[in-house]
């Protein structure tokens, strides 16, 4: 079974500052994938970013990277120079192989705050 | 224009009353899934299918069917709602593939209330 963490429920940053959300993963599968979601106020759910559990490199997309540290079996998403516009709710998920990639697990989420 | 579509957005509804949520995607994925999103419970799945005519449950799929006749539609039933029913629902969908990089595309979410 798989199992995803986030222990942060909220977090607060000023604009401009980097900010990094946790996410611990628990599986026994021997390949995955790690995904971060955005989820502002209307509602909908924005994919952020990808991380496959043999990339070599951490995953990057703008001003979001991914801090992938396999041995610790954590994921956080770190977001470089908060905007107002980051608000939301963020959502760590993950899908293995031995459900056949056919399953996304995802986290309980973290809420963040940015402020002027 | 590649998308994911719930209807209706919003619904109330009474306990009891057979209700239909529909699902459609226009990118001729192989994957559909059903979840539900509950205030401090993150995204559980409810359904989920595979291709046409194959589905399986998820993590809560009590109260709760589906059907995949089609590629495109995958229709959420719930034949008897009740309260504890009462939350965000999202439809996604994706390729299907060996490999663990499949980004699933979600539709808007639909807000059900079950009185």
């Known amino acids: 079974a798989q199992k995803i963490t986030q222990t942060q429920p909220g977090m607060f940053v000023q604009e401009k500052e980097a900010v990094t959300l946790d996410c611990t993963y628990d599986t026994s599968d021997p390949s995955y994938g790690l995904f971060w979601y955005k989820q502002p106020s209307s509602g909908e759910m924005i994919f952020l970013i990808y991380q496959g559990s043999y990339d070599q490199q951490n995953a990057t997309e703008g001003r979001y990277s991914l801090n992938f540290q396999k041995a610790r079996k954590s994921a956080n998403l770190v977001i470089s120079a908060s905007q107002l516009g980051d608000s939301a709710m963020y959502f760590c998920?993950?899908?293995?192989?031995?459900?056949?990639?056919?399953?996304?697990?995802f986290g309980k989420g973290t809420m963040l705050l940015v402020s002027p | 224009e590649a998308q994911v579509t719930q209807n209706p957005r919003y619904l109330i509804t009474v306990t009891g009353k057979k209700l239909t949520v529909t699902c459609s995607q226009n990118m001729n994925h192989e994957y559909m899934s059903w979840y539900r999103q509950d205030p401090g419970l993150g995204l559980r799945q409810i359904y989920y299918s595979m291709n046409v005519e194959v589905t399986d449950k998820g993590d809560v799929p009590e109260g709760y069917k589906v059907s995949r006749k089609e590629k495109r539609n995958f229709p959420l039933i719930l034949e008897s709602p009740s309260p504890n029913q009462t939350s965000l629902y999202f439809c996604?969908?994706?390729?299907?593939?060996?490999?663990?990089?499949?980004?699933?595309?979600f539709g808007p979410g639909t807000r059900l209330t079950v009185l």
């Open positions: 998920a993950m899908r293995g192989m031995n459900s056949g990639y056919s399953t996304l697990t």
């Open positions: 996604a969908s994706s390729y299907h593939s060996a490999n663990s990089y499949n980004e699933q595309f």
